[in-house]
């Protein structure tokens, strides 16, 4: 009763504490696409003055990075769990395969803004990349925010995030989806928690589902 309870009360803080603004290209068909592939997002734990005297700018850095990854792997799972229920249309790569890719063609995992999405695709082998930036008040990768608690006797700023996520085509280097959304509230407990409320509404509307 106590987990439903929790659940419920999560659910009813993101419904009236969220934005979501989305762009769907009108003319970009699904049997252009075979395999996506999920590049690590660029992201920034944003945290209070008093936490940041806890750490070095090396440490924050990090921190992002494992925040990323973390981002990167509850993606690729949520995007499993729809092929396996059959309401996925593509197929996905495994982000170990993408970023092995990457770093064996010299490229930054975290920061790849010069390369067109086209030069990305012919190295990757797929048709479609999600890349994007992420926004946290709150680490929800397990290990950052075991670490923050410890430091900073587990005062949090109150969870937030901004996601803003792009699917483009290496095909011809054409924006098919733009998703932007803003949550204050509860956010769960990990990346993964975080991930199935971010990506639970767009789901319904990007063009790789039914």
Same mark, same amino acid.
């Given at each position: 009763?106590?987990?439903?309870?929790?659940? &419920?009360? &999560?659910?009813i803080?993101? /419904?009236?504490?969220?934005?979501?603004?989305l762009?769907?290209?009108?003319?970009?068909?699904?049997?252009k696409t075979?395999t996506?592939? +999920?590049l690590?997002l660029r992201?920034q734990?944003?945290?209070?003055?008093k936490?940041?005297k806890?750490?070095?700018?090396?440490q924050?850095?990090?921190?992002?990075?494992?925040?990323?990854?973390?981002i990167?792997? $509850?993606m690729?799972?949520?995007?499993l769990?729809?092929?396996k229920?059959?309401?996925?249309?593509?197929?996905?790569?495994?982000?170990a395969r993408?970023?092995?890719?990457?770093k064996k063609n $010299?490229?930054?995992?975290?920061?790849?803004e010069?390369?067109?999405?086209s030069?990305l695709?012919?190295?990757?082998?797929?048709?479609t990349?999600?890349t994007g930036?992420?926004e946290?008040s709150?680490?929800?990768?397990?290990?950052? /925010?075991? $670490?923050? /608690?410890?430091?900073?006797?587990?005062?949090?700023?109150?969870?937030?995030?901004i996601m803003?996520?792009?699917?483009?085509?290496?095909?011809?280097d054409e924006l098919?989806?733009?998703?932007n959304?803003?949550?204050?509230?509860?956010l769960?407990?990990? /990346?993964?928690?975080?991930?199935? +409320? &971010?990506?639970?509404k767009?789901?319904?509307? +990007?063009p790789?589902t039914?």
């Amino acid at each position: 009763m106590k987990n439903t309870l929790t659940i &419920l009360c &999560l659910l009813i803080t993101t /419904a009236l504490f969220s934005q979501t603004k989305l762009y769907v290209n009108p003319n970009y068909y699904v049997s252009k696409t075979k395999t996506i592939a +999920i590049l690590p997002l660029r992201v920034q734990v944003k945290l209070r003055p008093k936490q940041l005297k806890d750490f070095t700018s090396e440490q924050i850095a990090q921190m992002d990075k494992d925040e990323s990854l973390d981002i990167q792997k $509850g993606m690729y799972t949520w995007f499993l769990t729809r092929k396996k229920r059959g309401t996925m249309l593509v197929e996905v790569q495994n982000p170990a395969r993408t970023n092995a890719l990457l770093k064996k063609n $010299g490229i930054d995992i975290y920061s790849n803004e010069e390369y067109l999405p086209s030069e990305l695709g012919k190295i990757l082998g797929v048709e479609t990349l999600i890349t994007g930036t992420f926004e946290t008040s709150k680490p929800m990768s397990t290990g950052a /925010a075991v $670490g923050l /608690a410890v430091l900073t006797g587990g005062l949090f700023a109150t969870n937030s995030a901004i996601m803003n996520m792009d699917f483009t085509s290496t095909i011809d280097d054409e924006l098919v989806v733009n998703y932007n959304k803003k949550i204050k509230g509860s956010l769960g407990s990990d /990346a993964q928690d975080l991930i199935n +409320i &971010l990506m639970r509404k767009v789901s319904r509307r +990007i063009p790789y589902t039914k």
